[in-house]
Every structure is written in C-alpha cells, then in structure tokens.
C-alpha cells in the first residue's frame, strides 16, 4: 500500500526565515511524481512544486525547493524567505500513474505553518 | 474563466435528503476526480473518471454515485445524506503536459448536513 507521512503537523517560522516541511512516503513503484499543494484558508488547493521520481535533480520554484532523496523515500519542502502569505496548511502528495488515465494522489496529513511578522 | 468550477461552493442540508454537486473543466482534460477533506483536513480521492469512463472506485458507500454526461463534466450525487457526509468535497481534472500529469482542484463544495 502506498502511505504518505507528514510527522509535524503544525509549525511556526518568522517572517524572511527559512523553514523546511517534512514527508516521507512508502511505495514499491519506480515511477511516480510527487507534490506539495498548499491550501490557504480559501480552502483552494494551489500547486506548490512538482517532482517526477526519475528526476535526480531537485524541483525549485522561486522561494520554494524540494529535496527529493527516492533511496530514502523523503521529500521535503524549503521556504526560503517566509512571507505572511504563506501562512497555511502544506500536503505532501504522491501520485503514481495510470497510462493516458491520470492517476491517483495519495496525500498526507498537512502541516499547518503560520509565518510570523 | 475558472479551469475547474464546481457549484455550490456551500451546501447545508438535512440527514435523509438527497443532493448534487456539479463540477465543470474547461481545460480540455480528459480525467475527472472527486476527493473528500474531512473535518481533519485529511484528502482522499473517491472516484477518476476518464472520457466518461469510471477508473478509480475507492471503498465508499453506495449512496454516492458519480455521474459524467461528457469528458468536461463529473457531477456528484448524494442519497440519504448522513451526518457523516459532513466534508469539503473536491473536484479536479488533470492531463499532459509535456509528458507531465498536471492536476487541477476546484476551489471544494462545503457539505454540511445537519
């Protein structure tokens, strides 16, 4: 079974400090993508950064990047440079494929970050 | 102009009764998904369709029956609403983009049943 694990479920950083959000997932599959969707108290699900699990290379997205370690299965997330933006709840997400069908995200629990002025 | 609209954005109701949500894509995607977000803010996905064919079918109840007149369209519909049914559901769609799957949420479908 495919499980996604976020152990910090709320985290609080100062405004323009760095943070970094935790998660660790389990699967037997060798191709796969991962994500970190950010939900604000708008409740809308916004794309933070993208990884496809054949990538070696890190996924970065302005303030955001990701250290994808596949032997570990570990994926977490850096904010640089925190804004009071950011403020909101962070899913670490996990995706394998079906061909020309989509597929099926598993999510994990969310961490909560409050950016503070 | 939204890519993924669902409707209503809130929807307050009675135990017993029956209800839709209606959810639209605009993005030419050829997958259609609902997940729920209970009370603890935990996702988990329900239904995929593709083309209007029903791909994924997790472990949930009868009552709720997915329906897609075309590609473009998945509505939900809810039986004898239970108490339990009380989430924020979620339409998305997602396709290719650059041999990447790109996925896409609705901004979610407040239930509430009292």
């Known amino acids: 079974a495919q499980t996604v694990t976020q152990s910090q479920p709320e985290m609080s950083v100062q405004e323009a400090e760095t943070v970094t959000l935790s998660c660790t997932y389990d699967?037997?599959?060798?191709?796969?993508?991962l994500f970190w969707y950010k939900q604000p108290p708008s409740r809308q699900m916004i794309l933070v950064i993208r990884?496809?699990?054949?990538?070696?290379q890190n996924a970065t997205e302005n303030r955001f990047s990701v250290n994808f370690q596949k032997a570990a299965k570990s994926f977490s997330l850096k904010i640089s440079d925190s804004q009071l933006g950011d403020t909101a709840m962070y899913f670490c997400?996990?995706?394998?494929?079906?061909?020309?069908?989509?597929?099926?995200?598993?999510f994990g629990q969310g961490t909560e970050l409050s950016v503070k002025p | 102009d939204t890519a993924v609209s669902q409707t209503p954005k809130y929807l307050v109701t009675q135990m017993g009764n029956d209800k839709s949500i209606k959810c639209e894509q605009n993005?030419?995607?050829?997958?259609m998904y609902w997940y729920k977000q209970d009370s603890k803010k935990f996702l988990k996905i329900m239904f995929s369709y593709n083309n209007k064919e029903l791909i994924i079918n997790e472990t949930v109840p009868n009552r709720f029956s997915p329906k897609s007149p075309d590609k473009a369209h998945l509505n939900l519909h809810i039986n004898s609403l239970e108490l339990g049914d009380s989430a924020v559901y979620f339409c998305?769609?997602?396709?290719?983009?650059?041999?990447?799957?790109?996925?896409?949420f609705g901004s979610g479908t407040q239930l509430s049943v009292l």
């Open positions: 699967t037997s599959e060798n191709n796969y993508y």
């Open positions: 993005l030419g995607h050829d997958t």
């Open positions: 990884q496809e699990a054949y990538k070696q």
């Open positions: 997400a996990f995706m394998i494929p079906i061909y020309n069908q989509g597929g099926k995200l598993i």
């Open positions: 998305a769609s997602s396709g290719q983009d650059r041999g990447v799957e790109k996925l896409f």
